[in-house]
Every structure is written in structure tokens, then in C-alpha cells.
């Protein structure tokens, strides 16, 4: 059972455009956490947020949690070829057991 | 020293081959975990170790056998893997609890032919 879906599944764009993308479930979570996985290395916690409506700044990344605690967005702003990868949210509410979302796959083209 | 260590980094085993991937970490961390990823999609957790002792595992078939001989390592046994067992396979470690931060080693390509 998939608790996350994420959305979009990929995404392709030019440097320098903004991005945003999604972390749906119909479950309530006490905080849900963002990783990126870049090609060859195993994903990395770009963020956790705990408190609903909460917005986190990381440069030029723009995580933000929904009120109800059931959603998450991320925005980055002026897409860098850097920051492909694959986006995984997760919620962070579950012990031990990290169950990541359907990922997407973001691509950014010089 | 926030480093999962994963060896090999690469393995082509053969269906009917005994092979081990083997994940070491120095964080003091009491929870590890292998993941397998396939191809554009997003890691599975497969088991937990929680204290060197099996806590969760999420119905893997009994052809993957963890075992975790200390705190700091963390083996995966395979045996009559089959070809769609090829996979990244993942190990990571964290403090524990919800919400903590888990560390991801790189990953060990897994290839049966």
C-alpha cells in the first residue's frame, strides 16, 4: 500500500525555470520528511516538516506542509542542473519504517 | 562521520550462486535497514534492525536473508535469486524513532543471470 502519491512523475525543463511538485495522501501525519536521490548515490534528507502550514527555505528549495498535515509541496525556483534527481517524499511518522511516496523524477537541461 | 558503507558496489551472481552484500556504519546508530530499488522507481524497504535484532520485515521472499553479526554491520544473504531480483539494493542506518534522519549508503548493484 502506497501511502504517498507524487505528482508530477517526471518532470523535464530548461535551467532557470520554477518548478513545483507534490505529496498527497489521505492519511495524517505527524511530520513528513523530503529526500533527493541523485543518479548513482542513495537519496539524501533535503528537510523534515512537523507542524502544519509550516513553510522551510533551502536556498532555492520551498518545502511547505499542508494544514491538515496530509500534504506536502516542493517548489524550487530557478532550476539548476544540480538539482536532478529523484524527489522522494516520506512520511516521518512511522517508527522505523520509512515508506517512501511514488517519487518524482525531476530532469533540468543546461 | 555520517557514512553508510556498501560492498561490493557491483555483483553478477548466477541463479544458483550464494552471494552476500555487506553495509558497515560508525554512527552509533541502533536501527539499520535494506532497501531494493528498481529501475525508476522509489526504494522498497525490505527489513529493519533494531538493536541487531529483525523487527520488521516486509514479506520478502526467504531467497534474501539479513543478518546483522553487530551494531555496526548489517549483512544480506542471497541464494537462488531470480533474474528479476536484479535491483540496487540499499542499506541505510539511522538513530531511530520517527522523524530521525536516515543515511542511505550508495548502493550495491545486484545483476542475476
Known amino acids: 500500500t502506497q501511502l504517498l502519491e507524487q505528482s508530477p512523475q517526471f518532470l523535464s525543463i530548461q535551467e532557470g525555470e520554477n518548478l513545483t511538485v507534490y505529496c498527497n495522501s489521505s492519511s495524517v501525519f505527524s511530520s513528513l520528511q523530503w529526500y533527493r536521490q541523485e543518479p548513482g548515490e542513495g537519496p539524501v534528507l533535503l528537510v523534515t516538516?512537523?507542524?502544519?502550514?509550516e513553510v522551510k527555505k533551502l536556498k532555492r528549495l520551498t518545502f511547505q506542509f499542508g494544514d491538515a498535515r496530509k500534504d506536502s509541496s516542493l517548489h524550487i525556483t530557478a532550476a539548476q542542473p544540480g538539482d536532478t534527481g529523484l524527489y522522494l517524499c516520506a512520511p516521518g511518522s512511522l517508527a522505523d519504517k520509512l515508506i517512501f511516496g511514488t517519487g518524482t523524477r525531476l530532469q533540468v537541461f543546461p | 562521520d555520517t557514512e553508510v558503507t556498501q560492498t561490493p558496489k557491483h555483483l553478477v551472481m548466477g541463479m544458483t550462486n550464494k552471494k552476500s552484500l555487506k553495509c558497515e556504519q560508525h554512527?552509533?546508530?541502533?536501527?539499520m535497514y535494506w532497501y531494493k530499488q528498481k529501475a525508476k522507481k522509489p526504494p522498497e524497504l525490505m527489513f529493519v534492525y533494531s538493536y541487531e535484532k529483525l523487527s520488521i520485515n516486509e514479506s520478502v521472499p526467504s531467497r534474501f536473508s539479513p543478518e546483522c553479526p553487530n551494531s555496526s554491520l548489517l549483512n544480506l544473504h542471497l541464494h537462488a535469486l531470480q533474474p528479476e531480483d536484479s535491483a540496487l539494493y540499499l542499506c541505510a542506518s539511522s538513530h531511530g524513532g520517527s522523524g530521525n534522519t536516515i543515511y542511505f549508503g550508495e548502493g550495491s548493484w545486484l545483476t542475476v543471470v
Open positions: 516538516v512537523v507542524t502544519g502550514g
Open positions: 554512527m552509533g546508530h541502533r536501527a
